[in-house]
């Protein structure tokens, strides 16, 4: 293992980093514009994906991941067990059934007026701290 | 420091001021930013918490004497079991490897002067601390009745101090990373010259592995935790099923920690082992690599299986198949690491100090607890046990025997090297003989309990569940009676003068080529590894530490 | 060695318990068998290769890959094979059958609530017929409880805002115990039910007019038995400790002090009003936890109550 | 099996500033952990945030019509604009680090009290938002007394919005404190090309303050 010195370690011009500044904020002004527009169900996606691209060029250029490759694999790993966090849940909480039982009349609200096929209050006794009548 | 003297190897006797005595004052050591110090801080901490939380134990044991009422009443029950589990596992078992021996020894290991970053090594002590404080003056807010799982909407409803005590987690989650943090940054820069990844003794692999899930996995707890406190001060309804929230989304937060917060139990327990069962069949380790490999695996595989805990809440048929069939393979490594030990042993010169017999007791108290993990693995016979006494066992079997036994272990065997004195060998075997009958004695009954339906967390319970509450009760006192002895001969050695040989176990890796005790600075200059860290071979070559100049 | 199985395991009475049993049996001698195995290399090893002197020289083997693969993979086919049988146990247990009763169960602190495809409620006690596949539907009011049958091998978690099913045919006449798994509080450990595994004939008695035994008693027992069996006892005590709930002693024809800060006395109607309508007086200095038992008690059983708090003086 | 590799060499050139610590064997060493070190805390930081948007997400996709309708409370100009601000002190930042790295000690002066500027306005323009919330009561949990809503459940989206924007203003003000003692320092003329460790990871802490806010942008302010 070779160890660079301190001051051998590369430095990037600041012209650089004025056109990534640049590029970050043409990012931005699309990422606003593009809320305006609905892609329907791709909205959310297209959103992160530009954050996306935003966040790489912070992580490569200003964080100088792109000459540090050790420590890429350090962030990229937590990025990545992140992502198992997130796909593990979503994987459970999405694949459960609704249950109902057969004499649920109609769908008690948990609370009043939520629009949820999913979970509601059973049909039967008091909610609890109800005060007294 | 003695400026000059030079160090060739082991068995030099010259004295000088050790870590121990220089500098003086109880200041020092508050202030002190040595590894070595912070260790034994951390140690004598955990032990003391371990002391606590075992009365809670007793307690318990004491008060499921009888069916019904025994010596408190149900809610103090509800409190003691809380506080039990809340602080064998936050303050005892998550430190108790990786902060107390870890932090001694890793750096030794490694031929290292200190950790990557020490002042930080102090934060974390002093975190520690601050949350164990806390804690424990959750006393004076009436306690905390959650179980040290905090199962929503349980814990966000009921009363007394759980905002305290999850707070107090929240904090001792940092005492956690700051180590984990330090321990990667000090294996990846700090080995000594010449010490490859595979020149490594494997207690650092075993640290390294468990420093990975400390630093993946705790920040999650963190968050987790933030939110049941949100939860309860402002209502903020994430778990909350009547403001719109989901329960079962906080086991999944839970559990995205602390399933791999069990590895962080027992992965540092492999670790110590994986030193102590070369040192003393004096041969090389059977299967570096794949002890090695092993531990990292068990530390990366641990993060897929959380959902386990959840078989009987409601999940879905393929979740349920997904999750118990990831689980499975987390025996493969372990499995590979117990045959490779019992490798070890064979064709060895197996001397039977104390540390060797706690080794030997880990191995079959761990292959216990391991295979017991199957029942719960696969999907049809966790139905049947989940959340009962065989739980409970099994869990007691790989965090409370296998890693508590195993830090007995590491403590015989560094002990020496921790304060250049040795304890009363046959009071350690006749303990280590106490130790393993009564913690088998109290646990063993718990799995037939468990599997003929005895709930977990009961106060009352059904008569036809006595008699072996009773034999796990007095083996309970068993128990307690082989670690107080320990206490006793660990203590009495104190009254000896120091005097121990650099290497009085005949090990192969570094730590044994400094004076015991250690010098400030670990090392007379900078050790460069002349040889593998289980190289038992008779060599012509002069051994260990050579001298660079300075 | 059905002896050794009938120690581990309780009397199994569902069709889910030959599956599980078979597999727990078997994981259970690979326990024992590995736990001797290992324990006899062990000292083998010991004995055969004990330290005599310092000098002793041992051979320099790092490892062994064919062996290696050995101890890896043998594990492997065996916790694959756990695997399979776990499964096809847990996918038998989860695939409800179409034509199963449905019953729907409700947890809430610290008691059982069943309710019957009729309508019929019963607290804690849950009536089924024999050989006829059931469902319940499970649900809870408060915190997290879970339904332990361990005579049927079966569990599951009765969540607050969602529902949970399990269901299974129990197989011979009798009195199982259900425990609740998931801690829920103080009364975690005393929130126990009993499912009686009726014949048809018994059940449909059931469902008529209640359980048989208890129409004869006398009435003051009967209270007694509500007092045990519904719920009461988790919360109210009858030798005048505090609970959630004022103990029972001596408070008949006594004046009680409400909430609202008026007096009441107790008497037949009061106590009627407190079981149906629990919210309409709480004691001052309690909290107004307690569930209505509208429709949950017949009328005879809270008559048996009224009788049995007078007698408690 | 390596042999040893004496590294003597490494202390000669090390030697000489006062910031290598004792254990290190030369300051490369020492950078090098320091950054490991801080990489490792941003995983830390990555995945505690990461809670937070896990439920986020999940709480969002079980009460879509309830975020939709709350997230038109936000301002989106406010949202970009304080985007704009923090991108700008990530630039600023990483010409400090530039600064130090070619021993500009003026510029780097400068360039960190231009990031510290940034920050301000950024805390100030999260205060008038925060102050607007109040005032509408669009406050988190139970004390949410927002009238006239249409869709229930709104008050988790304002859950979520001062959960998260409030941990990542206390990053902020953490950040802000760094760099202020950042400053301190270069005026004491402690960095230079031979030691800059404390500019470069402070400035990879900041710029992971600005990525967390470029996902909650989009997800606070801009779904549709």
């Not at chain 2, 005492?175 to 000594?192: D, E, P, Y």
Request: with cysteine; aromatic share 14%; proline share 5%.
């Amino acid at each position: 293992m070779t160890h660079a010195n301190e001051h051998a370690h590369p430095v990037t011009s600041p012209k650089t980093y004025g056109l990534v500044l640049l590029a970050l904020l043409v990012l931005t002004v699309i990422t606003v514009q593009a809320s305006y527009f609905d892609f329907g169900p791709w909205n959310t996606v297209v959103a992160l994906i530009i954050a996306s691209a935003k966040g790489s060029l912070v992580a490569l250029f200003f964080m100088h991941l792109r000459h540090d490759k050790f420590n890429a694999v350090i962030f990229v790993g937590g990025l990545l067990f992140l992502a198992i966090f997130l796909i593990w849940t979503l994987f459970d909480i999405s694949t459960r059934q609704t249950v109902l039982p057969s004499n649920l009349k109609t769908p008690v609200e948990e609370f009043p007026g939520a629009p949820l096929g999913g979970p509601v209050r059973p049909s039967t006794g008091q909610p609890r701290g109800m005060p007294a009548q | 420091m003695s400026e000059g003297v030079l160090h060739a190897g082991a068995g030099h006797a010259v004295h000088h001021a050790d870590y121990l005595e220089e500098p003086k004052g109880l200041w020092s050591w508050l202030t002190t930013v040595d590894h070595k110090r912070i260790g034994l801080m951390y140690m004598w901490s955990v032990l003391f918490f371990f002391l606590v939380g075992g009365i809670f134990a007793l307690l318990i044991r004491l008060e499921l004497l009888t069916p019904k009422q025994t010596i408190m009443d149900a809610e103090t029950y509800n409190r003691v079991f809380t506080l039990h589990g809340a602080i064998m596992t936050f303050l005892v078992i998550i430190p108790a490897i990786p902060a107390a021996l870890g932090n001694f020894a890793l750096p030794l290991l490694l031929g290292a002067k200190d950790v990557a970053f020490p002042r930080l090594n102090l934060a974390s002590l002093y975190v520690y601390w601050t949350g164990a404080a806390m804690a424990v003056a959750t006393l004076a807010l009436g306690g905390v009745d959650t179980g040290w799982t905090f199962y929503t909407p349980y814990s966000t409803t009921t009363g007394g101090g759980v905002t305290l005590m999850v707070l107090a987690a929240f904090v001792l989650g940092f005492s956690s990373i700051f180590t984990g943090v330090n321990f990667i940054a000090t294996i990846h820069k700090l080995r000594a010259p010449g010490m490859g990844w595979f020149e490594m003794p494997l207690f650092c692999w075993g640290m390294y592995a468990t420093a990975l899930i400390q630093i993946l996995a705790t920040p999650v707890l963190g968050i987790t935790l933030l939110l049941i406190v949100m939860e309860r001060v402002l209502g903020v309804g994430i778990f909350d099923p009547q403001l719109g929230g989901d329960p079962v989304l906080f086991q999944h937060f839970f559990w995205f920690y602390s399933h791999p917060a069990v590895y962080i139990m027992i992965l540092p327990a492999m670790a110590v082992i994986s030193e102590v069962i070369p040192t003393f069949s004096k041969k090389t380790i059977f299967g570096y690599k794949a002890i090695a490999f092993s531990s990292v695996a068990i530390a990366l595989l641990g993060f897929l299986v959380w959902a386990h805990h959840m078989f009987v809440a409601g999940m879905s048929l393929f979740a349920g198949a997904i999750f118990s069939f990831l689980t499975f393979f987390i025996a493969i490594p372990s499995a590979i690491k117990v045959f490779n030990w019992i490798a070890t042993m064979w064709r060895g010169s197996i001397s039977l100090e104390a540390p060797m017999l706690y080794a030997i007791s880990f191995l079959l108290i761990f292959t216990i607890g391991g295979l017991t993990g199957l029942f719960l693995a696969a999907l049809s016979t966790d139905v049947h046990l989940h959340d009962t006494y065989f739980v409970v066992s099994h869990f007691h079997y790989v965090m409370a025997g296998s890693n508590l036994i195993a830090l007995l272990a590491g403590m015989h065997y560094w002990w020496p090297k921790m304060y250049g004195r040795l304890y009363n060998k046959k009071l350690a075997a006749i303990s280590c003989a106490l130790i393993f009958i009564g913690f088998n004695m109290t646990f063993l009954p718990q799995f037939v309990l468990g599997s003929r339906g005895m709930p977990r967390r009961y106060f009352n319970y059904l008569p036809q569940f006595q008699d072996l509450h009773v034999a796990s009760t007095i083996g309970s006192w068993v128990l307690a009676a082989g670690l107080f002895l320990t206490a006793a001969y660990l203590l009495a050695s104190f009254r000896q003068p120091k005097g121990m040989a650099a290497n009085p176990w005949g090990g192969r890796t570094l730590e044994w080529e400094t004076t015991s005790p250690p010098t400030t600075h670990n090392f007379e200059g900078q050790p460069v590894l002349q040889h593998g860290p289980y190289d038992y071979r008779p060599e012509p070559a002069p051994v260990g530490v050579k001298e660079l100049a300075h | 060695m059905n002896w050794f199985r009938d120690f581990l395991l309780p009397r199994g009475a569902s069709t889910h318990v030959g599956e599980m049993d078979g597999l727990f049996m078997f994981i259970t001698w690979l326990t024992v068998f590995f736990f001797f195995f290992n324990g006899a290399l062990i000292l083998y090893a010991v004995r055969r290769w004990r330290r005599r002197s310092n000098k002793e020289v041992t051979p320099h083997i790092t490892h062994d890959t064919r062996l290696e693969l050995v101890w890896s993979l043998i594990p492997l086919a065996v916790v694959m094979l756990i695997f399979l049988w776990g499964f096809k146990g847990y996918v038998k247990a989860w695939v409800v059958p179409n034509d199963a009763m449905e019953i729907i169960a409700t947890g809430k602190k610290w008691v059982w609530e069943f309710e019957y495809p009729d309508g019929t409620r019963t607290l804690n006690d849950l009536h089924v017929p024999v050989n006829r596949p059931v469902k319940l539907v499970l649900t809870s009011e408060d915190v997290i409880h879970s339904f332990y049958i361990p005579e049927f091998r079966l569990k599951r978690d009765a969540i607050p805002g969602r529902y949970t099913e399990l269901w299974f045919t129990a197989t011979e006449p009798g009195i199982a115990q259900v425990y609740c798994t998931e801690y829920c509080g103080k009364g975690h450990s005393d929130m126990l039910a009993r499912i009686f595994v009726d014949t048809p004939e018994q059940y449909e008695t059931f469902l008529r007019e209640g359980d048989e035994q208890v129409q004869k008693m006398p009435l003051k027992d009967l209270g007694r038995l509500v007092w045990e069996n519904k719920g009461c006892a988790t919360c109210h005590s009858l030798d005048g400790t505090r609970g959630q709930g004022p103990s029972w002693k001596g408070i008949w024809n006594q004046r009680h002090r409400g909430a609202d800060g008026k007096e009441h006395l107790v008497d037949a109607d009061y106590i009627r009003q407190s079981i149906l309508m629990p919210q309409a007086m709480v004691v001052q200095g309690y909290e107004p936890i307690m569930p209505t038992y509208q429709g949950l008690l017949r009328e005879r059983e809270i008559l048996g109550l009224i009788e049995f708090i007078k007698e408690l003086q | 099996m390596s042999t040893a590799v004496p590294s003597a060499h490494a202390h000669a050139e090390g030697g000489h500033t006062p910031f290598l610590q004792h254990h290190f064997r030369e300051m490369s060493q020492q950078f090098d952990a320091a950054k490991i070190g801080m990489w490792l805390f941003l995983v830390t930081e990555v995945l505690l945030f990461g809670g937070l948007f896990v439920g986020y997400g999940i709480m969002h996709a079980r009460h879509p019509e309830a975020f939709m309708a709350a997230h038109h409370h936000l301002d989106k100009t406010m949202g970009a604009l304080n985007t704009v601000v923090l991108l700008i002190s990530s630039f600023t930042m990483v010409l400090s680090v530039w600064a130090a790295q070619t021993s500009r000690k003026k510029l780097l002066i400068l360039f960190l009290l231009l990031t510290l500027a940034c920050a301000g306005t950024f805390m100030v323009v999260k205060y008038f938002e925060y102050s607007h919330k109040f005032h509408e009561g669009l406050l988190p949990g139970k004390y949410y007394s927002h009238k006239g809503d249409t869709v229930p459940g709104q008050f988790l989206f304002f859950s979520f919005y001062f959960m998260m924007t409030g941990l990542h203003g206390i990053h902020v003000l953490l950040g802000m404190a760094a760099i202020a003692w950042l400053v301190w320092r270069a005026a004491r003329g402690h960095f230079s090309s031979a030691y800059y460790a404390p500019v470069e990871i402070t400035g990879l802490y900041w710029h992971l303050v600005d990525l967390i806010w470029i996902y909650l942008f989009p997800l606070m302010y801009l779904i549709s």
